[in-house]
C-alpha cells in the first residue's frame, strides 16, 4: 500500500508559433487540459505498476477539481482523504512553441491550503508501505508527512522538486531521495552527480539521482555507488518521466525487491512512458513492465 502526499494540478496547454512577450498577444493553434502534478502523476504511475495507492492533498471547488477527483478514481487511486476546498484547483499554466520550448506558471490553488495533516491522514499513512512525497505542497504538510511516517516505521521517499533549500527535519525523516541532476544540483552546489550523491549521502541514507536518457545513479550509505544505464528508446515527450520513474520504484521498494531490482523495473517503466505523448496516459501498466 503506497500513500502519496502531494499535489493535484489541471495543465492548461496551450500551442502557439512563438512565446509572447511581455504585454504582446499571440493566436495560438492548439489547446490542451490534462490532469497533473507531480503528488497525482506519482498515484497513477504507482497504481499502474500495480501497488494500492491512496492520496493525500486538495482540489478546489471549481470544474477542475472533480474532473482531477474524477481522473485519480478512475485510475484506481483512492481519494477519501483527497479532500475538497473552496477555491480553484492548482493549475499549470504552459504554452509551448513550435521548437518545443514552453514557459509555465504553475499556480498552487487548493494544494497550497494543505498546511498541515488531518487525523485520518495519519492514520492512513501508519498503514502505508511507502510514504511518496514532492514539493508542490506547503513545506509545513511535507515535514508533518515525513515525520508522521518516520514515527510509524515506514519508508519515505522525496522528491525534491521545485528545487528549494531541504529543512534539516525534513532530511532527518527522509529514506530515499530521488532528485533529478538539476534538482541534485541545486540542492548540493555540484554539478557532478556522483559528487552530488556523496554530499546528499550526509544528509540521507539513500539517495538515486535521475540522468534523463542517461539513466540514474544509486547511491547507499555504506555501499558503491551503481550507475543504472537507461534503455535506448526514441522518445516523444519526457513529460512526468521522473515521476513515472519515481512511482514505480516505490513500488518496487515496497514489494520488497533488491534495490538492483527496482531500479532495473522504474527505468524499464520511464523508458516506456517517454515513448508515448502526456504524462499519466503515457504511463505504463505492471504487464507492460514486467514484459520489459
Ligand atoms: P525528470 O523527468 O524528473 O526531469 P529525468 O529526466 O532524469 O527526470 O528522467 C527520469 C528517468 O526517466 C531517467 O532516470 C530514465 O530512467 C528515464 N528517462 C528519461 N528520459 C529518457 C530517455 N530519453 N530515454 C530513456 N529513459 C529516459
Known sequence: HIVVLGSANMDLVAYAGRLPGPGETVTGRDFRTAPGGKGANQAVAAVRAGAEVSMIGAVGSDPYGSALRASLESAGVDTDLLRTVEGP???AHVTVDDEGRNTIVVVPGANGTVESLLPGDDTLIATADALLLQLELPLSAVVEGAQAARR???RTVLTPAPAVPLPPELLGATDLLVPNQHEAAALTGIADPHGAAEALLRQVPQT??????AGSLHAARGAEPVMVPAPEVDAVDTTAAGDTFTG???VALAEGR???DALAWASSAAALSVQRLGAAPAMPYRKEIDAL
Open 89 to 91: 484547483s492548482g493549475t
Open 152 to 154: 510509524h516505521g515506514v
Open 208 to 213: 538515486v539521482i535521475t540522468l534523463g536518457a
Open 248 to 250: 514505480v520504484l516505490a
Open 258 to 260: 533488491p534495490v538492483r
